[in-house]
């Protein structure tokens, strides 16, 4: 028979999973379509500076100091801080978002040891938590050492593909594989400062109601994660402060508060 604190476990992982779906499906949408208008508009420069190359019948040697290659260079970079400055604003919006709709959607019992007088997060707590650096590294830093290794990985690419002399079209396939590389790691950022976002709203949620403990639920797709069965610990309730999620990149569990 299935007890009130299983009625309750259920009904708030499904709330955390549901709200994740819906917005990572926006957020992955609005990122690809940045992804690739940014891809376009290389492969039209890289395309443009290969034909000139042609053109003068430049040793491939004498690349490295040819201008229209300097230029390429140049406007890759200034792409990349614009590509950067997209995803930061993608990811402060929507989180801020998730977060605001996490805190209304989770449900408690009628019966919660404090009943606060507003049902919804202020905007200084919604903005404190999407500034607070959770992990190593906040989001915004990482985003920027992602976009200075795109960058090395495109520059690499497409010299290789010039001293080796390949085709125009290989070219072109070069640089769409390593926007892609840049794209998965900005996929991975979303998921994973999603899924804490998401997390963050229901604990404060819990705390904001009276409960100081909680238990973590592994994700089904997550049962032979030994990082996040060793977290969980058996479901053994802890103090909700001390509860970090996720424990992983692509982790899916959640935290429900102890319900007597
Ligand atoms: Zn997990």
Same mark, same amino acid.
């Given at each position: ?76 970079? =200034? ?68 976009? +200075? ?6 520059? +690499? ?21 390593? =926007? ?14 999603? =899924? ?10 819990? =705390?904001?109601?009276?409960?100081? +403990? ?15 069965? +060793? ?30």
């Amino acid at each position: 028979m299935a007890t009130n604190k299983d009625y309750w476990k259920k009904r708030i992982d499904e709330t955390a999973q549901r709200r994740f779906d819906l917005t990572y499906e926006v957020m992955q949408s609005e990122t690809r379509k940045i992804y690739d208008r940014i891809t376009r508009e290389i492969i039209k420069e890289v395309e443009a500076m290969y034909y000139k190359l042609l053109d003068e019948e430049l040793s491939r040697t004498e690349i490295w100091t040819y201008k229209h290659y300097k230029d390429l260079l140049n406007s890759i970079n =200034m792409k990349m801080v614009k590509l950067g400055l997209k995803e930061i604003n993608i990811l402060n919006y929507n989180l801020e978002e998730a977060l605001r709709e996490i805190y209304v959607e989770t449900p408690l019992p009628q019966h919660t040891p404090i009943k606060p007088s507003f049902a919804v997060l202020d905007d200084v707590a919604v903005q404190q938590i999407i500034a607070r650096s959770w992990s190593e590294k906040h989001f915004i830093s990482t985003e920027w050492d992602n976009k +200075k290794e795109l960058v090395r990985i495109l520059k +690499k690419g497409i010299e290789d593909c010039i001293v080796k002399g390949q085709s125009k079209d290989k070219l072109v396939k070069v640089v769409m594989e390593k =926007m892609q590389v840049g794209f998965n790691r900005a996929d991975m950022v979303v998921r994973t400062e999603l =899924m804490h976002t998401i997390n963050e709203g229901q604990r404060q949620k819990y =705390m904001n109601h009276g409960y100081d +403990k909680g238990i973590i639920l592994v994700a089904h797709d997550e049962r032979l994660c030994e990082k996040c069965v +060793k977290y969980a610990d058996n479901e053994k309730p802890r103090p909700l402060d001390e509860i970090v999620l996720p424990t992983h990149p692509r982790c899916r569990c959640t935290c429900i508060p102890v319900i007597e």
